[in-house]
Antibody, heavy 120, light 111 residues
Framework: QVQLVQSGAEVKKPGASVKVSCKAS????????ISWVRQAPGQGLEWMGW????????NYAQKLQGRVTMTTDTSTSTAYMELRSLRSDDTAVYYC?????????????WGQGTLVTVSS | QSVLTQPPSVSGAPGQRVTISCTGS?????????VHWYQQLPGTAPKLLIY???NRPSGVPDRFSGSKSGTSASLAITGLQAEDEADYYC???????????FGGGTKLTVL
């Protein structure tokens, strides 16, 4: 079955970086994009950006431009999201999801989520 | 605040019908971009409920339906069940932001 499995929880200090992985299985990795979405404690969903697993094209949310980098490794069907210069308000559960930059299909499925805690 | 506006909460008794609205603008829903809906049960990842305005993925009960008109979309749930108690989010694409956007989410309480 189609599945996305994310790396484990992280605790980081302010100013550090975090890199979350998302391993895909059950489908042709390069046929779909991967989007990243985060959810701060008790808050709603925030789209962070998208990467094409076919050619590496990216589209990042304006507020994260310059701090976020999304990459893929097609040899292992894994997507990565790196966030730099972490602040306390970056504390959130980070999700990857299969889906395009736009279009009729939505995000499906989602990874299980990775909790990133930023604290001194 | 979110680009797409949803009511913070709705409620209904078991067996009843509820609707959740999602209001956008001419740069997202009104521009013709598709609306998708997600269900997030407590402590779990979101799950796709409706895609392309009104389509259900396989496995989603037909008690859930979506519609879109003008700059708004709606999710309807009929025959409410206790297991429907969750947060629901709408999503679309916004051309002025060049970004996917979510609604703020609606908490459904089954009385």
């Amino acid at each position: 079955q189609v599945q996305l499995v994310q790396s484990g929880a992280e605790v980081k200090k302010p100013g550090a970086s975090v890199k979350v992985s998302c391993k895909a299985s059950g489908y042709t990795f390069t046929s779909y994009g991967i989007s990243w979405v985060r959810q701060a404690p008790g808050q709603g969903l925030e789209w962070m950006g998208w990467i094409s697993a076919y050619n590496g094209n990216t589209n990042y949310a304006q507020k994260l431009q310059g701090r976020v980098t999304m990459t893929t490794d097609t040899s292992t069907s894994t997507a990565y999201m790196e966030l730099r210069s972490l602040r306390s308000d970056d504390t959130a559960v980070y999700y990857c999801a299969r889906g395009g930059n736009s279009g009729p299909l939505g995000f499906d499925p989602w990874g299980q989520g990775t909790l990133v805690t930023v604290s001194s | 605040q979110s680009v797409l506006t949803q009511p913070p909460s709705v409620s209904g008794a078991p067996g009843q019908r509820v609707t959740i609205s999602c209001t956008g603008s001419s740069s997202n829903i009104g521009a013709g971009y598709d609306v998708h809906w997600y269900q997030q049960l407590p402590g779990t990842a979101p799950k796709l409920l409706i895609y392309g305005n009104s389509n259900r993925p396989s496995g989603v009960p037909d008690r859930f339906s979506g519609s879109k008109s003008g700059t708004s979309a709606s999710l309807a749930i009929t025959g409410l069940q206790a297991e429907d108690e969750a947060d629901y989010y709408c999503q679309s694409y916004d051309s002025s932001l060049s970004a996917r956007v979510f609604g703020g989410g609606t908490k459904l309480t089954v009385l």
